[in-house]
């Protein structure tokens, strides 16, 4: 399956989401490969800072950007099980390209009125995939959550309305152990005992359940 990490707004988490999910996915079994398509390479730093510290990776992480993401996504699609593909929060050429091959798009938002702001470019960016790739599945996901939760619950109302996409239920919170995890190269799941934040633990995997197994 390929799964787009996108969207329009910058900051809002897509890069934790892609190396999470990929974390998880690979300790499935699958043979995962993860493309960084920002121009940021920020996915590429957290591969890099993976294998600075030896950890064991059991996924390929490459760089792809531009129209080539279509031609070589679909040549590179029977080699693994799953590609994880993190684009840039703008509308570019690299994700659209990206989409136009894609299953499964989500897309994080935050829980605020300029995120939410977003919501109709984001629309008809989706549609005009739709165009080619009819059959693009679209989920949208709150990150980077209220811990009081009123700005989550109006901002997953608001997005309810979009009938075109899919809203996880789960919100995933602002959390330090994300930005420590992603630190040291790691993802939330792989955090020792003494570290572990079993709510993040317990957000990112409903998250990727809600992906995965709907």
């Known amino acids: 399956m390929i799964t787009v990490i996108g969207g329009i707004k910058g900051g809002c988490g897509k890069t934790t989401i892609a190396t999470n999910l ?55 699609s029977d080699d693994y099980h799953d ?33 939410m702001w977003t919501l109709g470019q984001v629309k008809t960016l989706i549609n005009e995939i739709r165009a080619s790739n009819p059959n693009l599945k679209v989920y949208t996901v709150i990150n980077q959550g209220d811990s009081r939760g009123t700005d989550n619950e109006d901002a997953n109302q608001i997005i309810k309305e979009m009938t075109d996409f899919t809203c996880i ?4 919170g602002l ?8 630190a040291e190269g790691l993802g939330v799941v792989e955090f020792k005992l003494r570290k572990a934040d079993k709510k993040a633990i317990e957000e990112m995997l409903s998250v990727y359940s809600s992906i995965y197994y709907p």
């Not at 996915?25 to 294998?51: G, I, M, T």
């Not at 570019?92 to 829980?111: E, G, H, M, N």
């Open 83 to 115: 590609i994880i593909i993190d684009v840039g929060g703008r509308d570019t050429t690299s994700q659209r390209a990206a989409l136009s091959v894609a299953d499964v798009c989500v897309i994080p938002f935050k829980p605020k009125s300029f995120d």
């Open 169 to 172: 239920p789960s919100i995933i």
């Open 175 to 182: 959390r330090k152990s994300f930005a420590n995890a992603a």
């Open 22 to 76: 990929c974390v998880i996915r690979s300790r499935a079994n699958r043979r995962v490969l993860l493309v960084d398509a920002d121009d940021q390479k920020s996915a590429s730093d957290w591969s890099s800072q993976r294998e600075a510290l030896g950890i064991e990776t059991n996924w390929v992480t490459i760089q792809l950007s531009g129209k080539a993401l279509h031609t070589e996504l679909k040549k590179m």
